[in-house]
């Protein structure tokens, strides 16, 4: 454990040293979701009556989606980890006497949190400094807050999960840049990243709302804004367990089975 706790530790505070970039990254957030706040008041002035969630709600929901990147954004992915992979350098990390799954599981981890340290703190506190409906909202009530810190680790561990079992199935692919591609295209979809999963026809959403991406960040996000009954939350929760499990026991069967198989050539 003490191994993966230095990788973690040495991670994180490379992340912080990057603070031009996470000044840059603030103004490009705040920038996008107030765009995508003034494109969905356009649509709730039309007709407010014909969506699911009040305009305040979901602008509190742009806003923690925006604050919260780096926990949910699958195509923050490690380059390195893929370059290692092509290029053969990952037989020099085979040979550590570490889990290579632990290891990139932590890093990725800690580069997640070092990031979210760095922008969501000034991004939640000019947000909730904008005028109502436009601002970020208090959240619904002290419970709902704790199960929105909850669910909002839970959904971490799970993007981090996915993006270690992606990095492991590149060991199977002539290149990387496919998987990368289909897996952020299906997880900002489905996940909620692009339109908020309670738009979306009721069939439709109750499938959705039942794939591991939804538990990613729309499960934290609705929970924050009363958006889910105490039931719905309850198997939110379970779903979020389950899948992060799932996903995490499938990545490190891959990477046995990876490890067993690999080929490098060259001196």
Request: with cysteine.
């Amino acid at each position: 454990m003490k191994k993966y706790l230095s990788f973690f530790r040495l991670r994180f505070t490379m992340g912080l040293q990057y603070r031009a970039a996470a000044f840059g990254g603030i103004a490009t957030q705040f920038a996008w979701g107030a765009m995508e706040i003034l494109i969905f008041r356009a649509f709730y002035r039309s007709d407010a009556s014909a969506f699911p969630m009040d305009f305040s709600a979901a602008a509190s929901y742009l806003w923690l989606q925006q604050a919260f990147l780096a926990f949910f954004a699958t195509w923050m992915m490690d380059g390195e980890i893929f370059d290692s992979i092509v290029n053969g350098d990952v037989a020099y990390e085979l040979c550590r006497p570490v889990s290579i799954y632990n290891m990139w599981f932590s890093k990725g981890l800690s580069t997640r949190l070092s990031r979210a340290v760095l922008r969501c703190f000034p991004i939640l506190i000019a947000a909730a400094l904008l005028p109502r409906p436009y601002g970020l909202n208090a959240p619904a009530s002290p419970m709902h807050f704790i199960l929105f810190i909850l669910t909002l680790i839970l959904g971490l561990l799970m993007t981090v999960s996915l993006c270690v079992l992606i990095c492991i199935l590149a060991f199977f692919t002539i290149s990387p840049m496919g998987l990368q591609i289909i897996f952020t295209s299906l997880t900002d979809f489905f996940a909620g990243a692009l339109i908020p999963l309670p738009f979306f026809p009721g069939n439709i959403q109750r499938i959705m709302e039942l794939l591991p991406f939804a538990a990613m960040q729309n499960v934290p996000l609705r929970i924050y804004g009363g958006g889910m009954s105490f039931d719905e939350m309850q198997k939110a929760v379970f779903l979020q367990i389950f899948w992060l499990a799932a996903i995490t026991f499938t990545g490190k069967a891959l990477c046995r089975l990876a490890a067993k198989r690999i080929t490098v050539q060259g001196g």
